[in-house]
C-alpha cells in the first residue's frame, strides 16, 4: 500500500508538467531572426559619437558630414513556453564624421572619425497574441556595448596623427510593439528604442 500511495503522489506531481509538455509540444522552440534597423542610439546619442574626448585648448572644433547607416541585429529566441522567450542579441552599427579644430602646439587639424558599435544584449521575449500567421510581441534586451573608434587627422604641416582605442557602454532594447507575419519564415517589424533601432524589420526562421 505505501509502494502506491508513494506511485499515486509521484503521477499526480508530474501530471501538471506533462499536461503543459503537451500542450507546447506544437511550439517552434527556436527563433533566428535577422535585421535592419533605423535611427539606432548610436545615431543621436552624444556620448555614443563623441567618444574621443578632445582638450579644451582644441577649440574651435568643428563637425561636419556626419555620416550613419543603421545597425544590424542577429538574435536567437528560445521559447519556454507560449509566452515567454529568452535568447541573445548581437547589433553592429558604423558612423563616421569629418573634424577639424585648432591646438595650439600642432596647428590646424582635419580628419575623420570611424566608430563601430558592437552591442551583446540577453533579451526576453513576450507574446501578447499569437494566431496561426500573425503574433503580437514585445521584447526588452539589456547587456554591453563596445565602440571601437578610430581618428585620422593631417595637420597643416601634412603630418598624420592616428589615434584608435575602445569605450564600453550599457547596451539596450526595448521594443513595446513587434508583429510577425507568417508561419515558419516570417516577417517582422518591430518600433522602439535602443542600439537595435528605432524601427526594425527583418526576418525570423521558427524550427
Known sequence: MRKYFLFSIIALLL???????????????????????VLPVSEWSGSFTNAIKYPAETTPFNISNSSHYGAVSLDYNFRLNKRIGLGVGVVYAYADKEVSFSPAHIGNLTGKEYNNFLSIMPKVKLNWIEKPKFTLYSTVGLGLCIDFYNTVNLNDRGML?????????????????????????????????????????????KF
Open 161 to 205: 596623427i592616428n589615434k584608435s582605442n575602445s569605450v564600453f557602454m550599457l547596451a539596450y532594447q526595448f521594443s513595446p510593439i513587434g508583429i510577425e507575419v507568417g508561419k515558419k519564415t516570417v516577417f517582422f517589424m518591430e518600433a522602439g528604442i535602443g542600439n537595435a533601432g528605432s524601427i526594425i524589420a527583418g526576418v525570423r526562421v
Open 15 to 37: 501530471c501538471p508538467g506533462l499536461g503543459a509538455k503537451t500542450r507546447d509540444k506544437n511550439i517552434d522552440r527556436h527563433e533566428v531572426s535577422i535585421g535592419y534597423g
